[in-house]
């Protein structure tokens, strides 16, 4: 065969640590701050995560080793492929070589198994029984009980109830996984009878969920109940780098040494990470590398929110956590892309965006749909809605390689397949969709609720 | 790492050419016989297939060299890894080692892609502009569509209207990709519209599907058009050969000359030829396997159905085929596993069982959503209703080593994942399945409407 449209790695060419940027930044990473405005101790945070994890989650190591049994469970469907999308260039008559990563084919048809079968393990390791999350969509809830089964942990889910009434799929996948999903608010925390008694008719929000999550895990009377965030915290963004090191060896087997240009959508920030950081580092050390972070024009927190201090949920049980955020009261538009809709973004993230080893990009979902809909039909894979901005940002970037007349190697994160979230498709095909943008003023009016809160420095 | 989970092969190691069990039945096929009970002639087909594919329907040679182009398509997701099942293995406290296809990778969820793209090639090299075919749950019709959108074919999906009111997703799918599907029976042919005509009502069948499939194929008053199956022709069982090719490949990579036992499961037969043909040669050539073909007690082709000439559609508009069949009028009970509701058996998997190149044995529906339910808790992958029934009878061969003691080789196909088909897991997991089975007198009386057809000799 003339062309090599895969390039794997065996098993045994897993890569046997993950990279942690923190120590790479330019400027130091800031800490979380408590409510009295101090920075926070792990003591702190024992009663909602395991004690390993939250030494994970501060570490300023570089390089840390997978633990063995992590690294069995992640072979079960890694290290995927790295495809080059042959089909896409010729659509675009590009001279750019784009690639993809593939992370569509693991069971949970995303990237979150990758921190799921982390967090699951960690937390049994540390003598936890039971997990509780929240979901939007539902891709996390179901990537949590998904690993929860194969460590034998209970798993409870608090899915936004507009999402559990919508999309009965999710609730089976985890269901068929041995997890518990409820929708949220809920009669079984204080927060959801609270918020259920004063209005019973609410389609919940992912920060009730997640005051829910953490209400049910913090209040365990017997302590083996710990709480688990699919994103935004340092350790995922670790957990993710798994992806850009499978890449980059993946690169290097077809003698390429270096991308030109590492795209990646960012919702929370874990699958950009995942793909970005480990160029990152090279970038650090001095490779030429554009690395871009797509957005949804509905929620433009690279783009268009300030760097500050803000909490991680709607309810203020977090953290302030230093990042780019829209103020934990702004409610994006009701894109398809509900992975993207995320007031913050990622500490790691944010500092890689400050420190200017990123660039951002805001796109339109019809853009992404129409982008999405080509990848379908010239590479054969339905992207979802969120892997669809991805795709939008490297077509970007192949039509400048195009104009300039230069083969660049461009390569995106292929975080997962749409197989559960065709309406989006459907209403982009029978011209239903709409696009949402939002005017500075309403930005800036929304983050008013965080005058007073303290400053990154 | 100490385990090797996924057996994985290269793009150069795709195999080159498919293999055809014809030359190798111990008895020779018999023919297919036309409406005057003689063997019908390539030029009988040529309104329906392209000539080329009736050269391959018809051809007793055992290597058929893929084509190049078809090898690249393929290369989008093949080859696909074999997997060791450690987890089910510990579960089961078998000695057995348990290796699984894993089909699910492909973009379309399940092996039928490797058909799909094929026929999808050969009608285009043959100067076919258009494809018909029918779809029950959707599978086959999802296949088609995404191998037509990469060749740039119009691919028109006359999908059973019962399963295109149930899963709205299937369609959206196929739109995706660009297809057409219209719910069956429809008022685009004259079949369709005798029916509605008069039944209204009805909830339609894979019978009239195909037959409206066939009449848009034939009618194209340009000639442009051709009909594709998905499943029971020599042609389809050809292609995928290539799954059990791989396996053998990928089973020497780890030092297994041949395995003990070999599943499939059973509904045309295509994935089970796919997988077990090529080992059925090496049968045929002295080795000692076990081949065995799983089917559901509410379909028992090969477990309590005469071989008979039959047709293979309800209309009776193919030709009758050499083949185990509960007779063209059987309609099998509403199990979830549509794709297993077939009344008869490709006329190749008949052969073979007729041979003693097989054996068959059939499994209730709630036994194989129990077997789904443990390999998703111990290998993390959700099957689909079809890939259950092959998962346990893999579970009841392990069961077997495990009383004999023997450390045996168990490979299992793995066709699909199940993540648009949860209902009938909710419906296994809240008690609400039944299961079914015919008393032979039932099965005897449907195939009274068989008097006085020819019988194989």
Same mark, same amino acid.
């Given at each position: 065969?003339?062309?090599?449209?895969?390039i794997?790695?065996?098993?045994?060419e897993?890569p046997?640590?993950?990279?942690?940027?923190?120590?790479?930044?330019p400027?130091?990473?800031?800490?979380?701050l408590?409510?009295?405005?101090?920075p926070?101790?792990? +003591?702190?945070?024992?009663?909602?995560?395991?004690?390993?994890?939250?030494?994970q989650?501060?570490s300023?190591?570089?390089w840390?080793d997978i633990?063995?049994?992590?690294?069995?469970?992640?072979?079960?469907?890694?290290?995927v492929?790295?495809?080059?999308?042959?089909?896409?260039e010729? #659509?675009?008559?590009?001279?750019a070589?784009?690639?993809?990563?593939?992370?569509?084919?693991?069971?949970?048809?995303?990237?979150k198994?990758?921190?799921?079968?982390?967090?699951?393990?960690?937390?049994?390791?540390? &003598?936890?029984?039971?997990?509780?999350?929240?979901t939007?969509?539902?891709?996390?809830?179901?990537?949590? #009980?998904? #690993?929860?089964?194969?460590?034998?942990?209970?798993?409870? %889910?608090?899915?936004?109830?507009?999402?559990?009434?919508q999309?009965?799929?999710?609730k089976?996948?985890?269901?068929?996984w041995?997890?518990?999903c409820?929708?949220?608010?809920?009669?079984?925390?204080?927060?959801?009878r609270?918020?259920?008694? +004063?209005?019973?008719?609410?389609p919940?929000?992912?920060?009730?969920?997640?005051?829910?999550?953490?209400?049910?895990?913090?209040?365990?009377?017997?302590?083996?109940?710990?709480?688990?965030?699919g994103?935004?915290?340092?350790?995922?963004?670790?957990?993710?780098? $798994? $992806?850009?090191?499978?890449?980059?060896?993946?690169?290097?087997k077809?003698?390429?040494?270096?991308p030109?240009?590492?795209? &990646?959508?960012c919702?929370?920030?874990s699958?950009?990470?995942?793909?970005?950081?480990?160029?990152?580092?090279?970038?650090?050390?001095?490779?030429?590398?554009?690395? %871009?972070?797509?957005e949804?024009?509905?929620?433009?927190t690279?783009?268009?929110?300030?760097?500050?201090?803000?909490?991680?949920?709607?309810?203020?049980?977090?953290?302030?956590l230093?990042?780019?955020?829209?103020?934990?009261?702004?409610?994006?538009?009701?894109?398809?892309?509900?992975?993207?809709?995320?007031?913050?973004?990622a500490?790691l993230?944010?500092?890689?965006l400050?420190?200017?080893?990123?660039?951002?990009?805001a796109v339109?979902?019809? +853009?992404?749909?129409?982008? &999405?809909?080509?990848?379908?039909?010239?590479?054969?894979? $339905?992207? #979802?809605?969120?892997?669809?901005?991805?795709?939008? &940002?490297?077509?970007?970037?192949?039509?400048?390689?195009?104009?300039?007349g230069k083969?660049?190697? $461009?390569?995106?994160?292929?975080?997962?397949?749409?197989?559960?979230?065709?309406?989006?498709?459907?209403?982009?095909?029978?011209?239903?969709?709409?696009?949402?943008?939002?005017?500075?003023?309403?930005?800036?009016?929304n983050?008013e609720?965080?005058?007073?809160?303290?400053?990154?420095v």
């Amino acid at each position: 065969m003339t062309l090599q449209k895969k390039i794997m790695l065996e098993d045994s060419e897993l890569p046997k640590q993950w990279y942690n940027l923190t120590p790479d930044l330019p400027t130091p990473l800031n800490p979380p701050l408590g409510p009295d405005g101090k920075p926070i101790t792990p +003591e702190m945070l024992a009663p909602v995560f395991p004690m390993n994890l939250i030494e994970q989650e501060v570490s300023q190591q570089r390089w840390i080793d997978i633990p063995e049994p992590i690294l069995e469970m992640l072979a079960s469907y890694r290290p995927v492929p790295l495809v080059r999308a042959y089909g896409l260039e010729k #659509a675009l008559g590009t001279p750019a070589k784009i690639f993809y990563k593939n992370e569509s084919i693991s069971p949970v048809g995303s990237h979150k198994g990758n921190t799921a079968i982390a967090q699951a393990w960690y937390n049994k390791q540390f &003598g936890i029984k039971r997990l509780t999350t929240e979901t939007g969509a539902g891709q996390w809830g179901s990537a949590l #009980a998904y #690993a929860s089964a194969l460590l034998g942990l209970e798993c409870k %889910v608090f899915m936004v109830r507009v999402s559990f009434d919508q999309k009965p799929y999710r609730k089976m996948m985890m269901n068929t996984w041995g997890a518990t999903c409820v929708p949220s608010p809920s009669t079984e925390t204080q927060t959801g009878r609270n918020i259920l008694a +004063e209005f019973p008719d609410t389609p919940g929000s992912l920060g009730i969920a997640i005051s829910e999550a953490i209400e049910q895990a913090v209040t365990d009377p017997k302590g083996e109940t710990r709480y688990s965030l699919g994103s935004v915290l340092n350790h995922v963004m670790i957990h993710q780098s $798994i $992806i850009g090191l499978e890449t980059k060896k993946q690169l290097a087997k077809v003698g390429i040494k270096k991308p030109d240009v590492v795209v &990646g959508c960012c919702g929370g920030g874990s699958n950009f990470a995942g793909i970005s950081f480990p160029f990152m580092y090279d970038k650090v050390n001095g490779a030429d590398i554009k690395i %871009v972070g797509i957005e949804p024009f509905s929620c433009p927190t690279l783009t268009k929110a300030p760097f500050l201090y803000d909490h991680g949920d709607v309810a203020r049980m977090t953290p302030l956590l230093p990042m780019y955020s829209l103020g934990h009261t702004f409610i994006p538009a009701p894109i398809h892309a509900g992975g993207l809709r995320y007031h913050g973004m990622a500490p790691l993230v944010s500092a890689a965006l400050r420190d200017g080893l990123m660039e951002a990009r805001a796109v339109h979902q019809s +853009e992404c749909f129409e982008a &999405g809909l080509l990848f379908a039909k010239t590479e054969g894979i $339905i992207p #979802a809605p969120e892997t669809t901005h991805a795709i939008a &940002g490297a077509i970007k970037e192949a039509n400048i390689a195009k104009e300039e007349g230069k083969e660049k190697v $461009i390569v995106f994160n292929f975080t997962g397949h749409g197989l559960l979230d065709l309406v989006g498709y459907e209403k982009y095909m029978t011209g239903q969709l709409k696009d949402y943008e939002y005017p500075a003023e309403e930005i800036a009016k929304n983050l008013e609720v965080l005058k007073g809160y303290p400053l990154p420095v």
